[in-house]
């Protein structure tokens, strides 16, 4: 139907109860169009069965009550500090105080007669009292009963300055049934009953009905996963289209094992490989051996090997008769590879060529016209590698190392350096949970190195307060007269008005000029030119620099053996994750190693750090973190150019994620195009939320 005679497209301020003033609130919320107030849906829901009438509140219950304003004011103290209080009195006949210690602009929100809805702990004070962790004002004395709406289920709403929870829930519930019969005959239900029925989904209008108006809360899950669903099922077979394009609809390259190269890596190396690696090697060896083309993640932990696993590919490459490439985001990391494969490789037959964009220009161009002839066979390099004038003579494998530093443009790039379609494999050092590896590189196949090699001592990861401060830099100034290495994070670059943080530039030169004066300090953070970022990581590389000062940029670079101690200021800024990243700076070599974590904060605060002090698997803090942190802003999703999800849960959705990526893989097997009549309203909403990625993959 056309958008000019849609009832879901129309302004959002043509529906019952809105208006000029309203929509410019809605607008806010992103809701500008009758469908966005549609799939406005409550971001929670009070089970009213579950309130605890006043009368039977007792100290020291957590609770949730309900009841009207009856009073209401301000509060001062001797100390200056105002405190707004409310009493609520519910059908029990009872009262009690809801207070807000500093909060005395709630007084011009919530009004005598308010419907309020407050959690939170009760504790005794001049009677009982809760300090709510939330509240919400449900409506007023005349829209509801008294008691709250004992026996329902409460959708709160996102609301905004000047449109309360209760105006939201009363424009859904004017255009509820309006906005969804407009559903089913504009837009009807995209995804086939029958793709539905396995998991026991509602249809769309059903589920929007069951979100907006549940009558229990295992209805609004119902809800939330039907739409959780839909957007995984079109996110996958976005991947799944992408997945095909990359490994069926261009010609593969079938190696050929010779084992001249890789056996006689194997033999000359000085460890085992462990479980998980010779379980990745298995599938990269046989999707390359297969005619297919090879279009696989690696991800690993630090220090789980990926780099040897990855160096057995490209010698089944090289062996073949192919060239082998791998692209490195930085020159220090792509100089760091290229040391260790020539390490690895000892003496055997195949050098590495080295291409980076600052090398000279006699050089550099000597180096492309190895690479053109196809004399160098195994190169490293940077984005050198993508750069016009560089083609390969047979590429034949493609590594990329840390994929989220690259955009899929520029793994599709050089992929496209070659005359045919070479195999490709990306490596990941972040460890994510698996549901939100198969969500973000769903197009990709997926290898996991989920052990570390034996005999790496692990790192020792301590967390201390801040009265501990002195003697953690009294024992860092001692670590470098024992000649070794420090690293010191700093959470901001400058010292900052509105945050009560130490900055690592004044931080920087108070170190420098006191407790570590003897050492040689120097200081490293984003906005500093890339020349000096590179003359800073190279000189601490090379024992030029004792101590280390920094932002997050130091999270994934160079590798330093000699490196001892991570510190790591402010632990409780950080993600579990990032952390974990950052301590991965440390432990390479054959010293003892410590990572302190100097932090102080609420209960739960120091308890997630606790929780990194105990663990160094990168999967267990990374499924910790998300359950913590929730997805937040997913890792990569802006360069992989996804939306954030709205209704999926990682945490409890995975049913849902490889029902969702098996049945796009299956429906693309058969219907690449979506060409089918029971498919064309899946292609037309893939076409309108990923039709940009779909031209990409195509043309890549």
């Not at 990569?636 to 849902?656: I, K, V």
Request: charged content about 25%; some cysteine; hydrophobic content about 40%.
């Amino acid at each position: 139907m056309s958008d000019r005679f849609s009832k879901l497209h129309s302004s959002v301020q043509y529906l019952k109860g809105v208006g000029p003033r309203r929509a410019e609130a809605l607008e806010r919320l992103g809701v500008r169009s009758a469908r966005d107030l549609l799939f406005h849906v409550p971001h929670r829901y009070e089970d009213a069965s579950t309130v605890t009438p006043i009368a039977e509140v007792k100290v020291g219950d957590d609770v949730t009550v309900v009841g009207h304003v009856k009073s209401k004011g301000v509060i001062p103290t001797r100390r200056g500090l105002r405190i707004f209080e409310a009493t609520i009195r519910d059908a029990s006949g009872s009262s009690i105080d809801i207070s807000w210690p500093g909060q005395p602009f709630l007084d011009r929100t919530i009004q005598r007669g308010d419907l309020l809805l407050a959690t939170g702990p009760v504790r005794y004070f001049h009677g009982l009292q809760i300090q709510p962790r939330e509240f919400v004002v449900l409506g007023r004395e005349d829209e509801e009963a008294e008691g709250g709406g004992a026996g329902r289920v409460l959708p709160i709403y996102p609301a905004t300055e000047g449109l309360s929870q209760k105006m939201v829930r009363t424009i859904v519930e004017q255009n509820l049934e309006a906005l969804i019969a407009a559903l089913e005959v504009e837009e009807g239900e995209p995804i086939p009953t029958p793709l539905l029925e396995p998991l026991g989904l509602p249809p769309l209008p059903a589920a929007l009905r069951l979100l907006h108006h549940p009558e229990t809360l295992d209805e609004a899950e119902s809800g939330r996963r039907r739409l959780a669903f839909g957007e995984l099922l079109f996110l996958q077979l976005l991947h799944a289209r992408a997945h095909r394009q990359a490994t069926l609809e261009r010609p593969g390259i079938a190696f050929r094992r010779t084992d001249e190269l890789i056996a006689a890596l194997y033999r000359r190396l000085p460890f085992q490989l462990t479980d998980a690696q010779q379980r990745a090697l298995r599938e990269i060896l046989e999707d390359m051996t297969s005619p297919r083309r090879m279009n696989r993640l690696l991800q690993g932990d630090v220090g789980s090997g990926k780099t040897i696993v990855a160096l057995f590919a490209m010698l089944l490459a090289v062996e073949s008769g192919h060239q082998a490439a791998l692209m490195a985001p930085t020159e220090i990391l792509a100089e760091q590879h290229a040391r260790t494969l020539r390490a690895l490789l000892g003496d055997l037959p195949v050098g590495v060529e080295l291409l980076t964009g600052r090398m000279p220009s006699a050089e550099r161009r000597a180096a492309e016209a190895r690479i053109a002839s196809g004399e160098a066979r195994l190169v490293v390099g940077t984005h050198a590698l993508i750069q016009e004038g560089v083609r390969f003579a047979r590429l034949g494998l493609a590594v990329i190392d840390e994929q989220h530093r690259f955009g899929v443009r520029q793994r599709l790039a050089l992929a496209g350096q070659a005359e045919g379609d070479p195999d490709v494999l990306v490596m990941s050092a972040t460890p994510i949970p698996r549901s939100l590896a198969l969500t973000l590189h769903g197009d990709l196949d997926l290898s996991v190195l989920d052990e570390r090699p034996p005999g790496r001592k692990p790192v020792r990861t301590q967390l201390r307060s801040e009265k501990h401060r002195e003697a953690i830099y009294m024992f860092v100034a001692n670590q470098v007269r024992l000649g070794r290495q420090a690293f010191i994070v700093f959470p901001i670059i400058e010292e900052s008005e509105t945050l009560d943080l130490r900055s690592a530039t004044a931080e920087f030169e108070a170190l420098r000029d006191g407790v570590l004066r003897d050492a040689r300090v120097s200081l490293l953070h984003g906005q500093m030119p890339g020349d000096a970022k590179d003359r800073t990581m190279r000189s601490f590389a090379a024992r030029e620099i004792d101590v280390l000062v920094a932002t997050t940029v130091v999270e994934v670079g160079i590798d330093v053996p000699n490196a001892s101690v991570m510190v790591i200021e402010h632990g409780e800024r950080f993600g579990l994750s990032q952390l974990h990243q950052l301590r991965g700076r440390v432990g390479r070599g054959a010293d003892e190693s410590w990572c302190i974590v100097i932090g102080d904060g609420a209960p739960e605060t120091l308890a997630r750090l606790d929780v990194f002090t105990r663990t160094d698997d990168g999967f267990v803090i990374a499924e910790e973190d998300l359950r913590l942190r929730g997805m937040g802003d997913l890792f990569g999703a802006r360069q992989h150019g996804l939306p954030a999800f709205r209704f999926f849960d990682p945490l409890c959705d995975l049913d849902l994620l490889t029902h969702a990526r098996e049945l796009a893989r299956s429906i693309i097997e058969v219907d690449p195009g979506l060409a089918r009549p029971e498919h064309e309203a899946m292609r037309t909403v893939l076409e309108a939320r990923y039709g940009d990625r779909l031209k990409m993959f195509e043309t890549g």
